[in-house]
């Protein structure tokens, strides 16, 4: 079991499950879904994009490989290491920084903002989540968007399934199961992790808001508009979504 601090803060909870979060898959998926990114929002040739919570640069990197100025910032050195690697590799420049998102802000650095792949909502004080938009505010330019991939928590609820069992590509097996709060404002998570002689276990639980409740959150704190979609593809966001994601302009 991952002991010690908020889940959140671990670095030892984020390298022992990157195999399961940056499966090769995903990595390989990062193409895409930039794709469907770019396809919500209007980017200039080389405009500035902050990836907030970008683990370990998969949208980073496929950002500047298309020529754009990227920043990625996370909480994770392990993670960032690796990043930093893997754009050297392929001779691509990004800005990788090691930074909490409830402290990192650059005013009017960036053209747009994205955090993808459910990572917000992490912290014990709801207040936190209201910070982080705020710097992401403030770091955007005027006319700048904004980006959010979450869940919300009226799709949680038709989607809610108790438990997962997956074998990965190395041969270990991985367990998630789930616990939704009566109201469905946050779900508690068990991974279990079984490697060869290995036994690796954490808890976790993470804050969700309804569709409105986000929005309205976002225009608490300045945004003048907030589109919802059914996921990066830009589906019509209904009681049918499987995701839900926010794009707000300031």
């Keep these: 079991m991952v002991e010690g601090g908020s889940w959140h803060e671990q670095e030892e909870f984020w390298r022992r499950f990157g195999p399961v979060l940056f499966s090769a898959g995903r990595r390989e998926a990062a193409a895409s879904e930039v794709n469907d990114l770019l396809a919500l929002i209007a980017l200039e040739p080389g405009a500035a994009v902050l990836d907030l919570a970008c683990g370990s ?14 920043t990625g910032v996370d909480r994770t ?11 050297n590799r392929h001779g691509l420049d990004v800005e990788f920084v090691l930074d909490d998102m409830r402290d990192f802000v650059r005013p009017g650095a960036f053209d747009a903002v994205i955090n993808l792949f459910t990572s917000f909502g992490y912290f014990e004080d709801a207040d936190d989540d209201r910070r982080v938009l705020s710097n992401v505010y403030r770091s955007l330019r005027a006319g700048g968007s904004f980006v959010i991939e979450t869940h919300a928590s009226e799709d949680l609820v038709h ?6 069992v997956s074998e990965l590509a190395d041969g270990s097996f991985f367990l998630e199961e789930r616990t ?7 779900l508690r998570t068990r991974w279990t992790l079984l490697r060869a002689d290995e036994r690796h276990e954490a808890s976790f639980t993470v804050r969700y808001y309804a569709e409105s409740e986000l929005v309205a959150l976002l225009r608490a704190c ?3 508009d907030a589109q919802t979609y059914d996921g990066l593809g830009g589906g019509h966001y209904d009681e049918t979504a499987r995701g839900l994601v926010a794009v707000a302009r300031k």
């Design 57 to 70: 640069g998969r949208h980073s990197l496929e950002l500047a490989r298309r020529g754009y100025r990227v």
């Design 77 to 87: 050195t392990s993670y960032l290491e690796q990043a930093r690697e893997d754009a």
């Design 159 to 164: 989607s809610f399934h108790e438990r997962d």
């Design 180 to 186: 939704l709060a009566p109201d469905a404002r946050s």
């Design 222 to 224: 300045g945004f003048a």
